[in-house]
């Protein structure tokens, strides 16, 4: 099953390696991880992105909480988190009417065009993981030429507790 | 005040935190530190390789208790120390190990003796530190020393580039670290405790199993008086050995893969197994669906990643084994009723105890061959009256020690447990002898780990530390050579140490007495003319070839499936 462990660390040399390290070491798998520094800027927050049975997350939890420059661990269970990606898409399109198809899924997904070229457009989108990949899989046909996508950010929520 | 250079800074830090022995190599990237060393009241031992530097200060911080301290250049010197830093990791000793590094402004371009320290060591470091600025060196220098003697213990290392030692600062005042995500827990929950003592109450055949943590947490003298107040049966790990008298006659011994068939057969029908800083470890559960099958499980641990990971605990306890164990003495003193009533419903756990011990004892057949075990044993009884202090190497070597030597108090037992490191003995009673130069400090040692650091007896001749290092010479790798026997079709496939040294010659080229024992009768007064030596001994003992370590549970099995002869 998914998890997401939301971390605040240290914003120091060698945080992400030691992060990286504990889980590679231990045999933990990481689906994706984002860092960012915070509001504050000696401390940077971290999503990551995980699987496994309770126990290797109860172990994966612990683990990171014992790492000395690891300030908070939260999991992020499905009821009480917001979580988005984004991905950033380029595709190869130059007839007309197909770009008009294309730009119309877009807006239905939300997504915003970033630069219109003659032979290429790249778009933006952002949401849940499952909109993303629905999207994708939409999109794919019109021929997806590069791809970035960011992994996942999530916070706490305060109202459902 | 006037500016002084990190190295000043560094000597005086180590001063402020009481450290009296650096164990250590110098090198290009630490010559200002040795430059100033000579000024300060610190004593150095100059080790003949870093790994020895590492496992000495590792060896003095398991029988002080205090933090051991090695300071190693940059490049081999940094690298050299890894062994000894996993050692300690693995055992949870806290050491600090300093190494030199190259100019920060050379950093990353591969520099003459240029290695990444921090990054290499940090899977087996508690934590480390590069130090970029000498105005962070003080701050990083007392946070060390603080993550590694406090909550559960281990190494730190702290890298030094060149500019940094040699660079200019101001001592400030020492003040007391603050680290945001580092706040160990001391305190066990009172409601964890009390729920404890009631199930423990309740027990009909109730066991303690003892870890290494109760002897890094000084409470050896609570636990027994625990387990005598209730009339507890004890076993101890590997690492727990001196935690409880073995003399008691609650103590069964050790458990595990070369455990006593009684503690191993107690552990599987125990109904409440309490597992005092203690780890689980596969070497002492063997199988795990087959481990206290029948028990509901307490762990008393202070690190929460050990509790329910690699078995599910009914009743966890974090905290500070001294802290729980105190705690656990009032809940039962205050229900001294209770407690008799428990003290005194175990007479048929105890007996049932007592048929498994006269069942399969320890044993073995002295004939006209020098038995390891009895080598063990005449070493367990003559060295009492010196108030003795055992490392060991790794391998049949440390079984037989552990088996065969009665341990009687905590602090006097250093063996690698967790890596299993060959070579840790030595340097490692060098350690313990500087610490203690009036105890007899004896190195159970196999031909073939003593030759893993045996330069190191220059070292002890050089500072004259009377360490004795008794070799149960056997020819062979012997543990791997038992394996190769029961699992292998006797494939003795690399384990014959042929062209080992005279190792009586071999002490003696380092200046040291070298003694030679080939018969039984003569193992005791070879021992006794050791002992009564005031320099350093090589005893080399020639024993049976092929003797096992008995009993043993092949790797994988339950631990009440154990080969007995």
Redesign the interface.
Known sequence: MKHIISVL??NE??VL??IA?LFS?RGFNIESLTVAETDDSTVSSMTIVTQGAD?II??IT??L????????VVELTESVQMAREMVLLKFAVTSGAKRLELLHLVEVYQGRVLELGSRSLIVELTGERTKIDAALEVLAPFGIKEMSRTGMVALARDSVK | MEKIIGAQILLEVLQEQGVEVIFGYPGGAVINFYDHLPDYSCRHFLVRHEQAAVHAADGYARATGKVGVALVTSGPGATNTVTGLATAYMDSIPIIVFTGQVPTPLIGNDAFQEADIVGISRPCTKHNFLVKRVEDLERIVNEAFHIAGSGRPGPVLVDLPKDVIAGKCLKKKAVPPILKGYNPNYNGHAGQIQRAVQMLFKAKRPLFYVGGGVVLADAATQLTDLACRLNIPVTTTLMGLGAFPEDDYLALGMLGMHGTYRANMAVTESDVLVAFGARFDDRVTGRLDKFAPDAKIIHVDIDPTSISKNIDVDIPIVGDLLDVLQKTLEVVKASAEKAELCAAGHDEWLKKIAYWRDLHKLSYEQDDIIKPQFVVEKISQLAQGYDPIISTEVGQNQMWAAQFFTFTKPRSWLTSGGLGTMGYGLPAAMGAQVAFPERLVIDIAGDGSIQMNSQELATVVQYNLPVKVIILNNGYLGMVRQWQELFFDKHYSSTQMNHAPDFVKLAEAYGALGLRARTPEEVEPILKQAFAHSGPVVVDVVVAAEENVYPMVPAGEAISNMLLV
């Open positions: 660390v240290e040399f060698g390696s030691r390290s070491g126990h109860e172990q612990k683990q909480n014992k790492l000395i420059n690891v300030i908070k």
